[in-house]
C-alpha cells in the first residue's frame, strides 16, 4: 500500500496594516479683533465669508485654493489639483490668514503652521453649520490618507453669527433640514 503525502500549506494571518495617522490638527478661533472686523466690514465684503470655508496654501505658503464649499467627495482631488497647478490665487496669506486667529487657549495661532507641512489647510467652520461638520470630516479622512507631514489642517471656528450678535445685531438664524425646509434656530 502506497502512502500518499499531502503538502498543505500553513496559512499564517498577515499583521493588519497599520491606520493612517491623523494628519495633525491645530485648533483655532478668530482673535476678538478679527471677528470686530468682521462685524464692521461692509455687506459686500462679509459676502466673501461664508461657511463653510477652506483655504489652501501650498510648500511655499501660498494661496492655492479658497473654496466656500466643495461638491462632497470632492475634496481631496479638489485639494491635489489646486497643489499641482501651483497657481495662487486672490486671497490672504497664510500669515494674515493666521494673524486673525489664537489657539484655544488664546495664544496667537502666527507662527503655528508655517513651514511644518507642504500644504496647510484652513478650514473655516462653525459649531451650528451641517455642511462645515460634513467638509472638517471628509477633509479629515482625506488628510488621514496622505504621507505623514504632507498636510496640516487648521480648524478655524469663526462663528459668523456669534461675532453679529456680540455686536449687538439681531441675527435670524435658519438652517435646513433633511427634508429641504428651513427651519428657524434661535433668536
Given at each position: 500500500?502506497?502512502?500518499?503525502?499531502?503538502?498543505?500549506?500553513?496559512?499564517?494571518?498577515?499583521a493588519p496594516a497599520p491606520a493612517p495617522a491623523p494628519a495633525p490638527v491645530l485648533e483655532t478661533r478668530?482673535?476678538?479683533?478679527?471677528?470686530?472686523a468682521y462685524v464692521a466690514?461692509?455687506?459686500?465684503?462679509?459676502?466673501?465669508?461664508?461657511?463653510?470655508?477652506?483655504?489652501v496654501y501650498d510648500a511655499g505658503n501660498r494661496l492655492v485654493l479658497?473654496?466656500?464649499?466643495?461638491?462632497?467627495?470632492?475634496?481631496?482631488?479638489?485639494?491635489?489639483?489646486?497643489?499641482?497647478?501651483?497657481t495662487p490665487v486672490r486671497g490672504p496669506s497664510l500669515a494674515e490668514t493666521m494673524a486673525e486667529l489664537e489657539t484655544r487657549d488664546g495664544r496667537p495661532a502666527l507662527g503655528q503652521a508655517e513651514g511644518r507641512a507642504k500644504v496647510t489647510i484652513v478650514d473655516y467652520w462653525a459649531e451650528w453649520c451641517a455642511p462645515c461638520k460634513a467638509l472638517g470630516a471628509e477633509l479629515g479622512?482625506?488628510?488621514?490618507?496622505?504621507?505623514?507631514?504632507?498636510?496640516?489642517?487648521?480648524?478655524?471656528e469663526t462663528d459668523i453669527i456669534a461675532a453679529e450678535r456680540a455686536a449687538g445685531r439681531k441675527v435670524l438664524h435658519?438652517?435646513?433640514?433633511?427634508?429641504g425646509k428651513l427651519t428657524k434656530?434661535?433668536?
Open positions: 500500500m502506497k502512502s500518499l503525502s499531502l503538502s498543505i500549506p500553513l496559512l499564517v494571518a498577515a478668530w482673535t476678538q479683533a478679527a471677528a470686530r466690514s461692509p455687506d459686500k465684503a462679509k459676502g466673501k465669508r461664508q461657511l463653510p470655508e477652506i483655504r479658497r473654496s466656500f464649499g466643495l461638491e462632497a467627495g470632492k475634496v481631496g482631488a479638489s485639494i491635489l489639483q489646486a497643489i499641482r497647478r501651483r479622512a482625506w488628510a488621514a490618507r496622505q504621507p505623514a507631514g504632507y498636510v496640516r489642517i487648521v480648524r478655524a435658519f438652517v435646513k433640514g433633511p427634508d434656530v434661535d433668536d
